[in-house]
């Protein structure tokens, strides 16, 4: 319904984007996977999804539960994939679980009885897709990293932890990254182009001259500076990456606001009483919108990429957080597992593909010289 109350203009622009079929499809691939990756949680997760004991139903994925609610001995959080839990869990609690518990097990499913006992009220275990969260480390595993498997299916790294696992998250954390990192840019970039094309004169030269400082400072030593001097995370990192990806916006809506600001109907607006503020936002930006929209790529391309590389060398989000360069590290170190190597290339690639292409149907739906049958 709410289709039918887009104007001409706006149903142009998308039956144009809908006409570039490989953006279009790019589009819906890319939601598809974001959306998995954003549910990560109920992906890949080491604790359990829901369950049931003695009657009662929990989810663990949301809620705190120790080992001690189950009949066990600790009060610390439970392990879920612990054979000792799961025991607890399926026979209600029996003692002998701590003891023996694949043994307690066999002769649950084989004659639904614990030690002799029988089990009136038997648990369940549902868990998600893979039992496996991005930090979970694989215990049962006899070397590291270890190939792919039935029960790791891209295999895991140094640490025995599941690739899947981490290529979801990392997949999450890189496109949140990357598309905060526009949005931070995309205000500042066009602000400031915005005030020096409209006013020109000396607001112009004043801007002009501290975005060529600002663009040729060296950014990428200057944040492996003060990752040497602060501990990064996220949102400073986000930060500081925005803040020298904003100056390629610049030009190009100063070039817009230039060419534009002269036209009649700027004129007649000024005429009329509007004010600067409305003009510039309301009747010269959308013509600025489509010079911008053909840099947004390079600039979350670019996001991915920087992040990426701090990863790599060490210098980007600290070691608790699942990183597609510190996977792509794993891979260079570890040549004899070359499953690291290409899991990494392979995902960069598609999350990169995707995006330009993505953002190539966007340009040419916002450019009013463009027309698809």
Avoid at 2 to 29: D, M
Avoid at 126 to 152: C, F, G, K, M, Q
Avoid at 272 to 299: E, K, Q
């Amino acid at each position: 319904m709410r289709l039918l109350h887009l104007n001409a203009l706006q149903r142009r622009r998308l039956a144009n984007f809908k006409a570039n079929r490989r953006a279009f499809w790019s589009f819906w691939i890319f939601l598809a996977v974001f959306l998995i990756t954003l549910c990560a949680e109920f992906v890949a997760n080491d604790k359990p999804l829901l369950l049931s004991y003695r009657g009662e139903l929990y989810m663990p994925i949301f809620s705190f539960h120790s080992e001690a609610e189950f009949g066990g001995e600790f009060q610390t959080e439970a392990e879920y994939n612990a054979p000792e839990v799961i025991c607890l869990i399926r026979t209600g609690g029996a003692e002998a679980c701590l003891d023996d518990p694949e043994g307690i097990l066999a002769e649950a499913r084989e004659h639904g009885t614990a030690a002799g006992v029988p089990i009136t009220d038997p648990g369940w275990i549902l868990w998600p897709p893979i039992p496996y969260s991005y930090n979970t480390i694989n215990y049962e595993v006899s070397t590291a990293p270890s190939p792919p498997d039935r029960n790791h299916w891209l295999g895991t790294d140094d640490q025995t932890r599941d690739v899947v696992a981490r290529v979801i998250y990392g997949f999450r954390i890189s496109v949140l990254f990357a598309l905060l990192v526009a949005v931070i840019s995309s205000v500042i970039g066009i602000a400031a182009g915005a005030v020096q094309g409209y006013f020109g004169g000396w607001v112009d030269l004043t801007f002009q001259r501290v975005v060529e400082i600002w663009s040729n400072m060296p950014s990428l030593y200057i944040i492996i500076i003060l990752s040497a001097l602060f501990t990064m995370n996220f949102w400073l990192l986000t930060l500081l990456i925005a803040f020298f990806s904003w100056t390629s916006l610049v030009g190009v809506v100063r070039a817009e606001f230039l060419r534009a600001r002269n036209f009649e109907y700027v004129r007649a607006a000024r005429a009329l009483g509007v004010g600067d503020w409305t003009i510039m936002f309301r009747h010269l930006l959308p013509n600025a919108m489509v010079a911008t929209l053909t840099l947004l790529p390079f600039i979350i391309t670019g996001a991915i990429g920087g992040l990426a590389a701090l990863d790599f060398l060490g210098l980007g989000l600290p070691p608790s957080y699942p990183s597609l360069g510190e996977l792509a590290l794993q891979g260079k170190n570890r040549l004899n597992a070359p499953w690291l190597g290409f899991t990494a290339f392979f995902t960069f690639a598609f999350m990169l593909s995707l995006l330009v292409f993505i953002f190539e149907g966007i340009r040419d739906a916002f450019d009013p010289r463009k027309t698809f049958r």
